[in-house]
């Protein structure tokens, strides 16, 4: 178990980040980074002190991201990703969303991808009126090997049923649609 102060992993920083969607600024002036941090008793300060999940307005993100890359597609480091898709209904969001969102920030920080965990660039959760989505975002859509243990391991300590589907989808797949129903290159 992690000690209070203890470092979280090798890696520098994580980076909590907040959208809030106002369509009249460009994309990038809605993202915000919130805070950084190294060490559990900074994420567990952090994290007892931002608005739940549940509790954001539709159309506001939750993003944590390794320091140094930015929650989005044209970071150069999520350009070849992808990311590993959580749909959820939305009276889901009142029952289930915060716990999901909280084991989701638990397995990127203590590295649960065992030696996959450097795969890893971030999470993001968006909450919105239709159905929220959680995902774990990689960065090399094509390390088939990575992204399955990834996924094998997210929806085990997501607790899902075996009914329940997960798909991953490149990056570049759902860049290139415009109703961001990319096609899953995998599945578990």
Known sequence: MWGLDSPLSSF??????????????????????????????DFWATYRHIKLASKLSSGCDYALFKDGIQPMWEDYRNKRGGRWLLSLA??????????????????????????????????VVNIRTKGDKIAVWTSEAENQAGVMHIGHVYKERLGLSTKTIIGYQAHADTAAKSNSLAKNKFVV
């Open 90 to 123: 939305r009276q889901q969001r009142h029952t289930e969303l915060d716990r999901l969102w909280l084991e989701t920030l638990l397995c990127l920080l203590g590295e649960s991808f065992e030696e996959f965990s450097q795969e890893v660039c971030g999470a």
């Open 12 to 41: 520098p920083r994580w980076v909590l980040w907040f959208f809030k969607n106002d369509r009249s600024r460009p994309w990038q002036e809605n993202l915000q980074p919130v805070t950084k941090f190294n060490t559990v008793e």
